[in-house]
Every structure is written in C-alpha cells, then in structure tokens.
C-alpha cells in the first residue's frame, strides 16, 4: 500500500464529465489499495471570471476580500469531486483551506504556505475515506482564507504530498508531461522522460506555467518525488522531477521558456553617483515592484549614464507612477518605458560545461532580425528581452538550433 496524492488542474475538471472521468482516475488508486489525497483547481476559466468581477467592481480591491472571493472556485471541484466518488461508492470528503489547515503568511493573493499539520488528512485517509483537497487557499492570521498565487494549486499538492510524507505526487494536467518549450508554441516540442529540479524550477520561474514555482521549490527541499501526466491520457508516460546525478545526458540546452506580459522601463542619464540603484530601486520596493532584469551603462563622462530594467506589464503603471514621485531624489532627465516586451530564456545543467551556448542564441536571433533590448544570465539559464511579436519565431528558431525539435 502506497500513499499517493493526485492533483488535477483547471481543464480536468472543466466539467461533470470530466470530473466523474477524475473521479475514475481516483478510485482506480484507491482499488489498487493506495490511500488517497486529491487536490483540485476551479473550473477552467472560473479563477478568471472572478478576478475579473473583482476588477469590475473596484481595481483598488482588498486583498483579502479578493481571496474570498477567487478561493470559492475550488470550493466547488472539491465538494463535486466527493459527490463524483461517492457515487462510484468510493468513501471521500472535502477539505477546504481552514480544514485541513493549510497555514499560510499574510501575503494576501500570493501567500505561501507555513506548514500542514498531517493530523486530520492522516486520520481522514487512515479510516480509509479518500481527502478531496481545495488547492490554491489557505488560511492566514486572523483566520482569513488566502490564495497563492495563479497556478498555486501545484504548491498545495506538493505541500499536502510533504506534509503527509506520500510516496508520489503526481500532477495531472492537459498535457502528458513536460516539453522541451510549451507544446502551444511548436508542435516539435518532445516530453522529456526526466527533468532534473534545478532545470524545472528554472523553467517554471521562467514562464514555463505547467508548474507553479513554488511548488518545485517545496518538492526540492522536501524530496517529493513529482510525476506530470496527462488527465486525458493518464498512461502516455509523463515526466519525473529528479536529481541532477539521475541524468545521464546532460545536453547544453534543454529547455526553453518564454514569459510575454514584461515591460521595460529606462531612466536615460541618470547621475553616475553611489547610492543611485538605490535610490531607484528603493522607491519601487517599496511600491510592491517585481523587478527583474536590470541594465546599467558604464558612463563615458563619469557624469551621467542610462539605466534599464524590467518589471510585469500588469506592475508598468505603479513603477512608472513611484518613479515620478521620486524624480527629485533620483535626478533622471527623461523616463521612457514599452509596455510590449518578452523573455525568451534557454535553460540546461550541461551549460555549465559548454562554452559559447549564449553566443548561439544571440547569433540565432540576429539571423531571424530580433533585436536583443537586455540579457542576463545565471549559471543554468540565459535570457533575453525581445519584442513580444517575436515570441513564436525566437522559441522556434532557438528549439531548432538547440536540437530540441522532434525527430
Ligand atoms: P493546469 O490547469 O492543469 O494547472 P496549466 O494551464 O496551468 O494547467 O499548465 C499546463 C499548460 O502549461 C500546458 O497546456 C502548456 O500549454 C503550458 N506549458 C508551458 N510550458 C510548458 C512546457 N515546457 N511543458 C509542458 N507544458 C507547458
Ligand atoms: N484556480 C487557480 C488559478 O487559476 C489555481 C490553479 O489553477 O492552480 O490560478
Ligand atoms: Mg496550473
């Protein structure tokens, strides 16, 4: 007897169909004698729906009253779910934020989870009853339910799987695994068998939105061993997190991710003085910017020099606000910003090994007349700023030349 959980996204659950076809996929672990925890999202596009009422009604939202609201989609699949297996005659009960407790902080709409007291899931499952989990809500001080984050049901399965010390944590999602870029971009994408963590906490953080960050973070330091698999196609293969040690073939590049919605802001001849990063950055900090690569000229006067850097689109109107607040203490002559910019990152261990793998991509996307607006690197990843029209020419150009594509 294995402890197993199972978590299904947003498409597997879309609707009665498919969630009596989930229900299935459970009871076939429970008949294999697992004990069980299943995590759910909302509904296809119901997370959106009611972002989008909230927006309606007042842009300037309560963060906390956002989680009420956005929470109440999984409450739902979860409760559905439970009726889906009881109606198979498979034992289930629902389990919301507070129930469990998922503890969270107090960051309310990206709230990261503090800890899963295993008690009430373990008793739940040791009774034999299969625990039918909210993903994406938690409960924070205060008792007040809070979400982490778009796509933070992953982080919840992963947790629940730490917290309960199951032997596998398998994702189920529309696609049978992890590709080498997003499968929507290139129909030569290939699923990869393994993919080590560093790689797939690289690609997530990336813009790779088949797993949410954090999720891999907590499946790294807790050692979950975390399958990807398709809902639809639950035998295809899937692909397994791993260790580094446990690949064999450490190519230079293997995979590509991309993220559109990124803004460039730039601040041109700003003083070349200590202290002028942080006078910049400070005030944007303090406004709740992501900043995220950043660019700064070497001045050819030691007077003045130029400063770019890049932050959400969604984030480009608060940046731009709390840098003209703070115009006098930073001393810029001119501030201009594009709000239609993306990162294209290629991303593998082996990179660390082989020379000249960046000087590929620049050379690649030259070729295809892309202009590169800013660049950074770190040990497992380059990435680049570019038009975000380009997005689908650069992924497939660079997929190519990386000889990621399908054979
Ligand atoms: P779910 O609702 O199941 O959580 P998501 O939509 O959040 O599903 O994530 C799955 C999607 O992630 C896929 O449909 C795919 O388009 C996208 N994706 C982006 N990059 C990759 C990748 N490298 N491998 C697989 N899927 C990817
Ligand atoms: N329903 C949430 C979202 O759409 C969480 C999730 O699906 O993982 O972001
Ligand atoms: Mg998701």
């Known amino acids: 007897m294995a402890k197993i959980a199972m978590k299904f996204g947003g498409t597997s659950v879309a609707d009665l169909d498919r969630i009596r076809n989930v229900a299935k996929l459970v009871k076939k672990e429970v008949d294999r004698g697992n004990q069980v925890a299943v995590v759910v999202s909302a509904m296809a596009g119901e997370t959106n729906k009611l972002v989008k009422l909230i927006n309606d009604l007042d842009p300037q939202y309560d963060p906390k009253e956002y989680d009420t609201v956005v929470a109440s989609g999984e409450q739902v699949t979860c409760g559905l779910l439970a009726i889906a297996l009881g109606a198979l005659g498979v034992k289930a009960r629902s389990f919301l934020g507070w129930q469990m407790p998922m503890k969270t902080s107090n960051m309310h709409a990206s709230a990261r989870i503090e ?29 007040r339910i809070s979400t982490l984050g ?30 080498t870029t997003d499968p929507r971009i290139t129909s030569k994408a290939r699923r990869m068998e393994k993919i080590a963590f560093e790689e797939m906490l690289e690609m997530a953080s990336l813009g ?8 891999v973070e907590i499946a790294m330091q807790h050692r979950v061993p975390v399958r990807v698999l398709s809902t639809f196609d639950p035998d295809a293969g899937g692909t397994l997190l791993c260790d580094e040690e446990d690949i064999v073939e ?19 001849k700003i003083p070349d003085r200590p202290g002028i990063a942080a006078a910049i950055f400070g005030p944007l900090a303090d406004a709740g910017i992501n900043v995220d690569m950043i660019v700064q000229n070497v001045s050819d006067d030691g007077k003045r020099t130029d400063l770019t850097f890049t932050c959400p689109r969604t984030e480009l109107a608060r940046a731009l606000k709390a840098l003209e607040e703070a115009a006098e203490a930073i001393g810029y002559r001119e501030i201009t910003s594009d709000a239609n910019m993306a990162k294209i990152s290629i991303i593998g261990i082996g990179m660390r090994a082989h020379p000249g793998v960046a000087q590929k991509m620049f050379k690649t996307l030259s070729e295809k007349g892309i202009n590169i607006s800013v660049i950074s690197t770190s040990e497992i990843k380059v990435s680049v700023l570019i038009p975000e029209e380009y997005v689908e020419l650069a992924v497939r150009a660079l997929h190519s030349v990386y000889e990621l594509d399908v054979a």
Not at 117 to 140: K, Y
């Open 208 to 215: 790779a939105k088949v797993l949410q960050t954090r999720s």
């Open 150 to 179: 778009r796509g933070g049901s992953d982080t919840s399965a992963v947790a629940v799987a730490a917290a309960i010390k199951a032997d596998l944590c398998d994702i189920y999602t529309d696609v049978d695994g992890v590709y």
């Open 115 to 143: 800890g899963v007291p295993p008690e009430n899931l373990n008793a739940c499952l040791e009774s034999g009853t299969v625990a039918v989990i909210a993903g994406f809500q938690g409960v924070a001080e205060g008792e």
């Open 250 to 268: 450490k190519k230079p590049v293997t995979g590509i991710a991309y993220s559109r919605d990124e803004a460039k802001i730039s601040l041109m």
